[in-house]
């Protein structure tokens, strides 16, 4: 059986993670220290705090802002359910907006949406191609959006606006008008989850790009935010007359350790040549060998100012109901080749129904869905494993359309 998404775990990998272990330091210490600094420079970002997941970092965010009861946080209907969970958790509304052809948010239907309750809008790029950014960016700064923004507190008062979190969760290392993910709006939130490009088994990172903050001051605020409101790491306490501390607010566990950092950081120092260089192989290939069926539609992947990271290979099939498109996965499975699909959109899901969303109110969210496969990518993937997934596809497909 093809597996749809294993870790590239090479020897390096392993060597740094036994170098952590045998250092005495596997919580939040040197190597995790370094890793934000790494992200840093590779992004772009003014300043990065690394956590235990990316959906941590989005709601350590939605805290730091402030966003809490009354609010309201706009997001794509076609997401995970942890870009939407946050909100909840917040105790603020999830607002969804329909998305485009492309998967990702439609911006065009983002200003209808806002309100004086709106506080952050947080796009989702999907499979690792960035959102318009550009367009994005310039709504919220719109001096019309602009004056709807009610601040309720001094960071949202300087800020003056709605605050763009980037759920970048898909894209690390993707491009957008020639800026890499990271650095394309006010604060962008990676995952390096088992199945992430760049992986730390678990983790994420807070990538904070604020004009006219001191965004190594909001670091330090996250920092401690996300270790129980204390104020001084256990890396800080262990020099010399440091050992005191104080809890300043009542925080929350998200810090990442030195043993995730470990594998990211081996990770980071191959991710063009090795990662994202095998990744635009196996899309191109995919996108060469099946664009000529008729039924086939396939990702962008490239566009004249995007770079996908080629996390996700969403492939749809044209013309079909989405029982037929659970067919062709049942047969696809049969022939030995793992496949997926992302997401099941929020508003199919029990929680967001029962708070009455409904997904006849996104149309083009339920098409994409509905009709979506998501082919196997991974750097492992061999040619002869790429030729043996198409075929599953084609014979598959093939046979249910003709039916």
């Given at each position: 059986?093809?597996?749809?998404?294993p870790?590239?775990?090479?020897?390096?990998?392993?060597?740094?993670?036994?170098?952590?272990l045998n250092?005495?330091?596997?919580?939040?210490?040197p190597?995790?220290?370094r890793?934000?600094?790494?992200i840093?420079?590779?992004?772009?970002?003014?300043?990065t705090?690394?956590?235990?997941?990316?959906?941590?970092g989005?709601?350590?965010?939605?805290?730091?802002?402030?966003?809490?009861?009354?609010?309201?946080v706009i997001?794509p209907?076609?997401?995970?359910c942890?870009?939407?969970?946050?909100?909840?958790h917040?105790?603020a509304?999830?607002?969804?907006?329909?998305v485009?052809?492309d998967?990702?948010?439609?911006?065009?239907k983002?200003e209808a949406?806002i309100?004086?309750?709106?506080k952050?809008?947080?796009?989702?790029?999907?499979?690792?191609?960035?959102?318009?950014?550009?367009?994005?960016?310039?709504l919220?700064?719109?001096?019309?959006?602009?004056?709807?923004?009610s601040?309720?507190?001094d960071?949202?008062?300087?800020?003056g606006?709605?605050?763009?979190l980037?759920?970048?969760?898909?894209?690390?290392?993707?491009?957008?008008?020639?800026?890499?993910?990271?650095?394309?709006?006010?604060?962008?939130?990676?995952?390096?989850?088992?199945?992430?490009?760049l992986?730390?088994?678990?983790?994420?990172?807070?990538c904070?790009?604020?004009?006219g903050?001191?965004?190594?001051?909001?670091?330090?605020?996250?920092?401690?935010?996300?270790?129980?409101?204390?104020?001084k790491?256990?890396?800080?306490?262990?020099?010399?007359?440091?050992?005191?501390?104080d809890v300043?607010?009542?925080?929350?566990?998200?810090?990442?350790?030195?043993?995730?950092?470990?594998i990211?950081?081996?990770?980071?120092?191959?991710?063009d040549?090795?990662?994202l260089?095998?990744r635009?192989e196996?899309f191109?290939?995919?996108?060469?060998?099946?664009?000529?069926?008729?039924?086939?539609?396939?990702p962008?992947y490239?566009?004249?100012?995007?770079?996908?990271?080629?996390?996700?290979?969403?492939?749809?099939?044209?013309?079909?109901?989405?029982?037929?498109?659970?067919?062709?996965i049942?047969?696809?499975?049969?022939?030995?080749?793992?496949?997926?699909?992302?997401?099941?959109?929020?508003?199919?899901?029990?929680?967001?129904?029962?708070l009455?969303?409904?997904?006849?109110?996104?149309?083009?969210?339920?098409d994409?869905?509905s009709?979506?496969?998501?082919?196997?990518?991974?750097y492992?993937?061999s040619?002869?494993?790429?030729?043996?997934?198409?075929?599953?596809?084609?014979?598959s497909?093939?046979?249910?359309?003709?039916?």
């Amino acid at each position: 059986m093809i597996p749809f998404s294993p870790p590239d775990i090479f020897p390096e990998i392993i060597n740094e993670v036994t170098d952590t272990l045998n250092s005495g330091w596997i919580t939040t210490g040197p190597k995790t220290k370094r890793f934000e600094k790494e992200i840093t420079s590779y992004t772009g970002a003014k300043s990065t705090v690394c956590v235990n997941s990316a959906t941590a970092g989005l709601e350590l965010i939605l805290r730091w802002f402030g966003v809490g009861p009354g609010d309201e946080v706009i997001v794509p209907a076609y997401t995970y359910c942890a870009s939407a969970n946050v909100i909840l958790h917040c105790g603020a509304t999830p607002v969804m907006v329909d998305v485009g052809v492309d998967f990702n948010m439609d911006v065009s239907k983002v200003e209808a949406l806002i309100t004086s309750k709106t506080k952050v809008i947080i796009p989702v790029d999907f499979s690792g191609l960035p959102c318009d950014y550009n367009a994005l960016n310039d709504l919220v700064n719109r001096r019309d959006i602009k004056s709807q923004f009610s601040a309720e507190n001094d960071l949202q008062n300087k800020l003056g606006r709605i605050l763009v979190l980037s759920d970048s969760a898909h894209s690390f290392g993707a491009q957008y008008d020639k800026k890499i993910a990271g650095s394309l709006t006010d604060v962008s939130v990676f995952s390096f989850h088992a199945v992430k490009n760049l992986t730390t088994s678990e983790g994420g990172a807070v990538c904070l790009n604020l004009e006219g903050f001191d965004n190594n001051e909001i670091y330090q605020n996250l920092c401690i935010k996300s270790l129980h409101g204390q104020n001084k790491d256990a890396l800080a306490k262990t020099k010399k007359g440091s050992w005191k501390y104080d809890v300043i607010e009542a925080g929350y566990k998200w810090n990442m350790t030195d043993i995730q950092a470990s594998i990211g950081l081996v990770g980071l120092k191959y991710y063009d040549e090795r990662t994202l260089r095998r990744r635009n192989e196996i899309f191109k290939k995919y996108t060469d060998k099946l664009k000529p069926y008729d039924w086939a539609q396939v990702p962008d992947y490239k566009t004249t100012n995007k770079a996908s990271s080629c996390h996700i290979f969403p492939l749809r099939i044209k013309g079909i109901s989405e029982s037929q498109r659970d067919n062709i996965i049942e047969e696809i499975f049969n022939k030995e080749v793992s496949v997926n699909v992302h997401f099941p959109p929020l508003p199919l899901l029990s929680v967001y129904k029962n708070l009455g969303y409904r997904i006849s109110d996104y149309p083009v969210t339920y098409d994409n869905f509905s009709r979506e496969i998501s082919l196997p990518v991974y750097y492992n993937l061999s040619d002869a494993m790429i030729d043996q997934v198409i075929e599953a596809v084609v014979v598959s497909v093939n046979g249910i359309i003709e039916k």
